[in-house]
């Protein structure tokens, strides 16, 4: 553990008070807001983050509203911001503080801990900024500084590292102001010390920063290598009835997109033609009770949508249909669906959903 700097908390808070961006988030103390605001810039930049966060606070006010809405218009309100396992859990967990928490939120780090969809970060970011409880923040912004600021080569992503950052992050916190302390954190990784060409010709901490005095930027933080990305081939099946209708199905199951719509669905090796398409047995088994006029590829180049440890290639086929099968919808019923973000793209695309 490298020797604490009593200063280090001082120059932060004063260089943030100095530096902020004004937040909408950060002028409320209200844990749910903060909450939200939290679930919702996991993964996702304040930019795109902030127009869901005034989305959500206006359908839902509260709790007790969250805990109340049906899950596919919590899903579809959340459209478009990906990771949907963020939109089940805050839904789930205002459940939670209603039913069990007598609609109290909680106000101590462990219990904020056991909402569901929140971990160590976000229980210390609510605990501290709501409840004035000194528990620190450590996310990859934190590390950063700090493996710079105190030139700190354990692996950012290994268990030794996360122990030893979470306990220097403890040990920095100003506990008369850690709701302060822990926010300016945040900031100066997010909007100074950044990942690449950091400002430290004008930072406050040049004089004593490691990296900086020892030429060690380019080495700082040290992270082990990533898990290898999984390539998936998804061919949709977007039929059409003549009744300009189309179908539909949830997504069940564990895995990407739970209980999100999406058009049927055969996942193949590798990318296939449409000979090797109408072969393969899932495809077969979808289809055994279709009676299809026609099959044809509507996108010869896959859409690339790629995820944290995915990456999907996905083609859209348009069946035309002879009859109409079980459960279709029509154009306006499948607008109105939680839909991934990919599949929304498309329905907003396809001039037969769109001409009329
Ligand atoms: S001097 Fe550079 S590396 Fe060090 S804390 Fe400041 S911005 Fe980060």
Not at 194 to 221: H, R, S, W
Request: glycine share 4%.
């Amino acid at each position: 553990m490298p020797k604490i700097n009593s200063q280090f908390s001082k120059t932060l808070i004063t260089w943030y008070l100095h530096s902020k961006r004004n937040l909408p988030w950060r002028s409320v103390s209200n844990p749910y807001f903060i909450w939200l605001s939290e679930i919702i810039l996991q993964q996702t930049r304040v930019a795109q983050g902030t127009p869901y966060y005034f989305k959500f606070i206006s359908a839902f006010p509260n709790v007790k509203d969250l805990a109340e809405a049906d899950e596919e218009t919590v899903l579809k309100l959340w459209q478009g911001l990906g990771y949907y396992s963020r939109a089940r859990n805050l839904h789930a967990a205002a459940k939670y503080i209603m039913t069990d928490l007598n609609g109290v939120f909680p106000t101590t780090f462990s219990e904020i801990l056991k909402l569901k969809g929140v971990g160590d970060y976000t229980a210390s970011a609510i605990a501290s900024i709501c409840f004035n409880e000194p528990t620190a923040v450590v996310d990859g912004n934190v590390y950063r500084v700090l493996s710079r600021y105190y030139g700190i080569a354990t692996p950012i992503n290994s268990t030794p590292g996360i122990k030893e950052f979470k306990l220097l992050a403890q040990k920095l916190i100003d506990a008369s102001q850690p709701g302060t302390h822990n926010q300016a954190m945040m900031e100066f990784g997010a909007m100074h010390c950044l990942p690449k060409n950091p400002d430290c010709i004008n930072c406050v901490f040049n004089a004593t920063c490691v990296a900086y005095q020892k030429d060690k930027l380019g080495e700082l933080p040290v992270k082990l290598k990533k898990t290898k990305v999984k390539h998936r081939y998804f061919n949709f099946l977007v039929v059409l009835s003549s009744e300009r209708k189309t179908l539909l199905n949830q997504r069940k199951g564990k895995g990407i997109w739970q209980n999100l719509y999406e058009f049927p669905l055969v996942e193949t090796k590798g990318q296939v033609g449409e000979a090797e398409l109408v072969l393969n047995e899932d495809f077969k088994n979808l289809t055994n009770k279709w009676e299809m006029e026609s099959i044809s590829l509507y996108n010869e180049e896959a859409v690339v949508h790629k995820l944290s440890h995915q990456h999907l290639y996905t083609r859209f086929w348009i069946v035309i249909l002879n009859s109409e099968i079980e459960q279709m919808q029509t154009i306006s019923e499948i607008k109105e669906k939680a839909v991934p973000v990919l599949i929304g793209n498309f329905i907003d695309k396809f001039p037969p959903f769109n001409d009329f």
